[in-house]
């Protein structure tokens, strides 16, 4: 069965570095996303990505983040100067479409450590 | 700005039990209800797709139902079981927007 995978599942970083989260969404989808949830808290909605452009941001995504496709496959959240507080795992879904029945699938995390 | 609550916070059951887990939200506007199971440190794995115009969905011992007028789902689960321990969360598809707003969750243990 098809399914999301990311990469790698655990990051740990000095605080200012730069990270790159990678993930390979389902092959015939369209729509990407990219979620964080901080332990213990809600998950959290970040971007939604569609035909090469950022479809939606939250106020959680500034200037410090950024998204990226750079191949058929590949869907990319960069994190510039990471603070203590991008502490937190984080989730790449994808859909076929948008709206209506459609289901957002998750990949299993990547858990980002500032230190 | 929609505001999902999900409750019990945490349940604990004998197995075998039958059990519900509430969901309410305050605004409407919404595509589709989408029911996740997580796992301690894991991701999130998706139960249920109820539509905005559906009442119910069923999978195996699963039932959620949605009542989008008075923003509230249930997820229903039949003869629990050990393995059915995990962190239940719903969460929104909303009609502005393309992004899904989650619950806090409902921490279930049920015990054998």
């Known amino acids: 069965e098809p399914e999301v995978t990311q990469t790698p599942s655990h990051q740990v970083t000095q605080m200012g570095q730069e990270v790159i989260l990678r993930c390979v969404p389902i092959?015939?989808?369209?729509?990407f996303y990219w979620y964080r949830q901080i332990l213990g808290q809600k998950v959290e909605f970040l971007v939604s990505?569609?035909?090469?452009?950022?479809?939606?941001k939250s106020e959680i995504f500034d200037d410090q983040f950024s998204v990226e496709r750079p191949d058929g496959s590949n869907f990319t959240l960069k994190i510039r100067s990471t603070k203590l507080e991008d502490s937190a795992m984080y989730f790449c879904?994808?859909?076929?479409?948008?709206?209506?029945?459609?289901?957002?699938?998750f990949g299993p995390g990547t858990r980002l450590t500032v230190l | 700005k929609q505001e999902v609550t999900q409750i019990p916070a945490a349940l604990s059951v004998p197995e075998g039990e039958n059990l519900v887990l509430n969901c309410s939200f305050t605004?409407?506007?919404?595509?589709?209800l989408q029911w996740f199971r997580q796992d301690p440190g894991k991701g999130l794995t998706s139960l249920l797709l109820i539509q905005s115009s559906q009442r119910e969905q069923t999978s195996g011992r699963l039932n959620a139902s949605l009542d989008k007028s008075s923003g509230r789902s249930t997820l229903y689960i039949a003869a629990s079981q050990p393995g059915d321990s995990a962190t239940y969360l719903c969460?929104?598809?909303?009609?502005?927007?393309?992004?899904?707003?989650f619950g806090a969750g409902t921490i279930l243990r049920v015990k054998s």
């Open positions: 092959s015939n989808h369209l729509y």
């Open positions: 969460a929104l598809n909303m009609e502005y927007g393309n992004k899904l707003v």
């Open positions: 990505f569609y035909n090469n452009e950022i479809s939606e």
């Open positions: 879904a994808s859909s076929d479409t948008s709206g209506g029945a459609v289901e957002q699938f």
């Open positions: 605004d409407s506007a919404i595509y589709n």
